[in-house]
Every structure is written in structure tokens, then in C-alpha cells.
């Protein structure tokens, strides 16, 4: 990709990764950040996460061995943006309240946005937002 991009041979507006489920963020993220070859060509502009509002309290909760990333804590802390799903599915507003206090604690600095409808955002909130920055990331995240 880097040889055809610097040759004028390809064009590209954005490239989306999308980790279903529970991906440690940290891997992708390190990959636009330490290989020059990806560097020449592409940056990391931000990283969108969403957030499933009826069950993601217990995945936070998620007791992990000694060693082991608790995933849904990482994604959360890595997150510039934060997608609040399924809020719809949520009837207790208190319930909502907890979630986005606990998300709060894991990462003030992100943007939250409730959704209900398949994480129905304007694109302009996710895409080209020029949001990611190591300075942010607490220690323990960037630490193998």
C-alpha cells in the first residue's frame, strides 16, 4: 500500500477496522503507530467503540487472571469515542446513569453518545475526528 500510495496510485479517504467482540485494541492501535511503512500512507485518526448498554456493566465487572486484559476495560480506555448502544433496552435511567459514570471513571476523556438504533451517529462524529493521542492512555494500558 505505502509504494502505491507515494506513487499516486492509490487514493484513500479512511480505512475502518472493525473488531467484533472482544478485541485488546492495543495490537491495532500499535500497528499505525510503530510501522513506517503504514505511517507513510495512513494515520490512526481515532478509535470508536461501542458499547452494548444492557450487558456491558458484567463484561467490566469480568474477574481476569493475573496477566490477562480485561478487554472491555481496554476498549473503553482506548476509546476516543464511545457508542452507548441498546440504550432502548435500558428502562431503568438510573441503570444508563451508572453506565456512563463507570465509563466516565475508565476514560474522561472520550466523547459519549447514546444510541439506540445500531450505533445511528452522524458519520462527522466518528470519521475525520483527529482525536487519538498516547499522552491520554493510562500507563498501564501501553505496558506489555
Given at each position: ?5 507515494a ?17 485488546d485494541?492495543?495490537?491495532v ?8 511503512e ?5 494515520r490512526?485518526d ?11 456493566e458484567r463484561h ?28 432502548d ?17 475508565i ?5 459519549l453518545?447514546r ?9 462527522s462524529s ?19
Amino acid at each position: 500500500f505505502a509504494e502505491r500510495a507515494a506513487a499516486g496510485e492509490l487514493k484513500l479517504d479512511a480505512i475502518i477496522i472493525e473488531t467484533t467482540g472482544m478485541a485488546d485494541p492495543a495490537p491495532v492501535a500499535q500497528t499505525f503507530l510503530i510501522y513506517d511503512e503504514i505511517k507513510a500512507f495512513a494515520r490512526l485518526d481515532g478509535i470508536v467503540t461501542m458499547v452494548d448498554a444492557k450487558h456491558v456493566e458484567r463484561h467490566l465487572d469480568a474477574v481476569k487472571p493475573e496477566g490477562v486484559v480485561n478487554e472491555a476495560v481496554a476498549q473503553a480506555a482506548f476509546a476516543d469515542r464511545l457508542l452507548l448502544n441498546k440504550t432502548d433496552l435500558v428502562t431503568d435511567e438510573r441503570e444508563l446513569e451508572e453506565t456512563e459514570a463507570t465509563l466516565r471513571r475508565i476514560n474522561p476523556h472520550a466523547k459519549l453518545k447514546r444510541t439506540s438504533r445500531f450505533g445511528d451517529v452522524p458519520l462527522s462524529s466518528i470519521l475525520d475526528v483527529d482525536a487519538f493521542s498516547l499522552d491520554r492512555l493510562p500507563e498501564a494500558l501501553l505496558s506489555d
